[in-house]
């Protein structure tokens, strides 16, 4: 009933740039919450970046002052701008939403995943 899609993951130098991409799909009637989730090789996943019940923004510390999120004005898409990128966030990034769909309670919802390298 719900999908989340990623894009725009890939390979990208120490000190690079890239921007990943979430939409949000199906009978959706409230996003609650809408952010993103990683995973490095050999650890559990962790919280990056987030949009609030209230709309605001809640960000790891690891990530503070390098990575943004923002979204449409239909709240249907959110974007995770990641700027001078180390290689220890070389991981999958997820995305992850709370999403009420009409006639039922909130649920947490995954995307499948996107690669994110930062290597030379």
């Known amino acids: 009933q719900v999908q989340l899609v990623e894009s725009g993951g890939g390979l990208v130098q120490p000190g690079g740039s890239l921007r990943l991409s979430c939409v949000a799909s199906?009978?959706?009637?409230?996003?609650?919450?809408m952010g993103w989730y990683r995973q490095a090789p050999g650890n559990g996943r962790e919280f990056v970046a987030s949009?609030?019940?209230?709309?605001?923004?809640v960000y790891a510390d690891s990530v503070k002052g390098r990575f943004t999120i923002s979204r449409d004005n239909t709240k249907t898409t959110v974007y995770l701008q990641m700027t001078s990128l180390k290689p220890e966030d070389t991981a999958v990034y997820y995305c992850?939403?709370?999403?009420?769909?009409?006639?039922?309670?909130?649920?947490?919802?995954w995307g499948q995943g996107i690669q994110v390298t930062v290597s030379s």
């Open positions: 199906g009978r959706l009637f409230t996003i609650n919450t």
């Open positions: 949009f609030t019940r209230d709309s605001s923004t």
């Open positions: 992850n939403a709370n999403i009420r769909v009409a006639g039922m309670q909130s649920s947490i919802y």
